[in-house]
C-alpha cells in the first residue's frame, strides 16, 4: 500500500500565508497565485509549495452552476446575501468562503515521477489527518450526499463534511486545493447554497442535475470536535506539520521575478471570469 505521507516528506517546502493578506481582496487573485505556483512548481523554478488563504464573503461557483436557467436571480440573490460571486477555473459546484473557512493549496511538480488524480487526492488526505491528529482517522474520504460541491474525496467525521478537495493541473504542476471549515456554523453555509440552487433552477427540469442539498449534514471543524479551534490556530499547525516534514520550511509570497508571471495569470482567470459572468 501507498503510503500517501511520503510525497510530503521532502527536504524543504515553501510556506505562503496569505490567511490575513488576501482576505480583502477577490478570490480570483488565489486562483491566479495558485495557477502561478503551478507553473513556478511544476517547471521546476519554485520548490514545492504549501499556500494558505482566507476570503471574505465569497460564492464560488463551479461551470455547471453558471449554466443554471436562471442564473442572473441565483447572483442577485448571492449578493443580497452579501457574498460576492465569481466563476472558478477549476472543476467542482459551487462554494462559500469567509473569513471561518482556510483554504490550504498544496503545489507538487510531476516533471520528474508522475502523480495520478487519486494520488493527489490522497495526499491532501493525509495531510489533514497530520493537521488535526486529534480526529486521526475519523476522518474519512467518501461523497456526502446533501452536502454542496458533493466529490468523492468529501472530508468528514461521523458522516457530517467540513471539507472538500479540488485539483488543478498545469505546466507540469499540481494544485491540490482544499477548503476546510474551520469556524462557525456549517449548516448556515449549506443553507445559502440550497437556497442558490432553489433560485437558480426554480424546478426547471435541467440536463446537469443539481445537489439537493440538506444543511444538516455540513459542520465545523469546531462544531465536530467540540474545542474551540479557529484559522489562526490551523496556520499555526500547516506551519508546524510542514517542519516535521520537511529539513527546512522557507516562507515568503512571489519574489519580484516570479510577478510578471502572476500578473499573467491573473489577467487570464479576470477575463475568463468577466466572460463567464456577462454572458
Given amino acids: 500500500m501507498v503510503n500517501f505521507e511520503s510525497f510530503l516528506r521532502i527536504p524543504a517546502w515553501r510556506f ?42 465569497t460564492i464560488v461557483l463551479g461551470i455547471q452552476d453558471h449554466r443554471m436557467p436562471y442564473i442572473s436571480e441565483a447572483m442577485q440573490m448571492v449578493e443580497d446575501t452579501g457574498h460576492k460571486p465569481i466563476v472558478r477555473n477549476s472543476g467542482g459546484l459551487a462554494v462559500v468562503l469567509d473569513k471561518g473557512i482556510l483554504n490550504i493549496s498544496i503545489l507538487l ?50 458522516g457530517r463534511k467540513f471539507a472538500g478537495v479540488s485539483q488543478r493541473r498545469l505546466r507540469q504542476g499540481i494544485a491540490v486545493q482544499v477548503y476546510l471549515c474551520i469556524e462557525g456554523s456549517g449548516a448556515e453555509r449549506a443553507e445559502i447554497i440550497h437556497e442558490l440552487y432553489k433560485v437558480g433552477v426554480n424546478g426547471e427540469t435541467t440536463k446537469f442535475i443539481y445537489p439537493e442539498i440538506k444543511p444538516e449534514v455540513m459542520a465545523s471543524l469546531t462544531e465536530l470536535l467540540a474545542m474551540p479551534l479557529t484559522v489562526s490556530d490551523v496556520v499555526i499547525r500547516t506551519q508546524q506539520v510542514l517542519r516535521s516534514l520537511a529539513g527546512e520550511v522557507f516562507m515568503g509570497s512571489f519574489k519580484a521575478e516570479e510577478m510578471d508571471l502572476y500578473t499573467f495569470y491573473l489577467n487570464r482567470v479576470v477575463e475568463r471570469n468577466q466572460k463567464m459572468l456577462h454572458k
Fill in 16 to 57: 505562503v500565508d496569505e490567511s490575513l493578506s488576501a482576505q480583502n481582496r477577490s478570490a480570483l487573485e488565489s486562483f491566479a497565485a495558485d495557477d502561478t505556483f503551478c507553473h513556478l512548481v511544476g517547471q521546476g523554478m519554485s520548490i514545492p509549495t504549501v499556500r494558505t488563504w482566507v476570503h471574505d464573503d
Fill in 109 to 158: 511538480s510531476e516533471k520528474e515521477t508522475p502523480i495520478d488524480i487519486p494520488a493527489g487526492y490522497e495526499v491532501m488526505l493525509a495531510f489533514v489527518r497530520l493537521l488535526f491528529p486529534e480526529a486521526g482517522n475519523r476522518i474519512e474520504a467518501y461523497e456526502i450526499v446533501g452536502s454542496y460541491c458533493p466529490g468523492s474525496y468529501d472530508l468528514s467525521i461521523d
